[in-house]
């Protein structure tokens, strides 16, 4: 099982430990902990898992994991505790620097946050938006009166130049001069047919 804790390094613990006795002959008892790794961590022992669930600190220092869900990711602090550093020039020891810690936020206060992040946004929008629709105005109509100023050209009004003709040299063939073909053409006299009598026979009564 996964635990979740409110501390980064957090421990637990389940039975306290006791120191040997000599005189009276008793050993020493070791005690039994659960230790916390950047506010997790995970139990695989079944027995210890019933002991942490039964701790009178379950529930309000640390809780059981539902999923993959921290909700004291954001205010948990980090498990590296801040360090100073000092600044060492040519043996002389200088000036401590010591890096400000990461600033924790809950989710209530990241919420608030935004909205008035959203509020100081709208407030400046208005008058940005006005002085860039002035702008924008202005260009348009400097443009405009640019193009009015400039000097129209019509191509229409200049003549258009007359298509010069210019004939093509012949040029001479090169070769035998072809032969002239010459075609008779022949009346032809058609003589009348002479028409062939037939003979008469006369009868003798």
């Known amino acids: ?41 995970d139990v695989i022992n079944e027995e210890y898992c019933k002991l942490m669930r039964e701790h009178e600190k379950f529930g309000s220092d640390f809780i059981l994991a539902d999923g993959e869900v921290d909700p004291y990711a954001n205010r948990r602090g980090s498990s590296e505790p801040p360090h100073t550093l000092t600044q060492i020039e040519y043996g002389h020891v200088g000036k401590a620097i010591n890096p400000n810690p990461p600033i924790q936020l809950s989710a209530d206060k990241k919420k608030l946050l935004e909205k008035m992040a959203i509020d100081m946004a709208k407030e400046m929008a208005k008058p940005m938006a006005k002085e860039m ?20 050209v019509n191509n229409l009004s200049k003549p258009s130049k007359p298509e010069q003709i210019v004939d093509k040299p012949i040029k001479p063939k090169i070769g035998r001069p072809k032969k002239e073909v010459k075609l008779e053409v022949k009346d032809e006299v058609k003589e009348p047919k002479e028409e062939v009598k037939e003979p008469m026979i006369e009868a003798n009564t």
């Not at 348009?140 to 129209?152: F, N, T």
């Open 133 to 152: 629709a002035k702008d924008l105005l202005r260009e348009v109509l400097a443009e405009a009166e640019k193009k009015k100023s400039m000097p129209v």
């Open 1 to 41: 099982m996964k635990f979740i804790s409110k501390f980064a390094n957090y421990r637990v613990v389940l039975r306290h430990g006791q120191p040997a006795e000599p005189l009276t002959g008793r050993s020493a008892v070791p005690g039994l902990y659960i230790k916390f790794e950047n506010g997790i961590v």
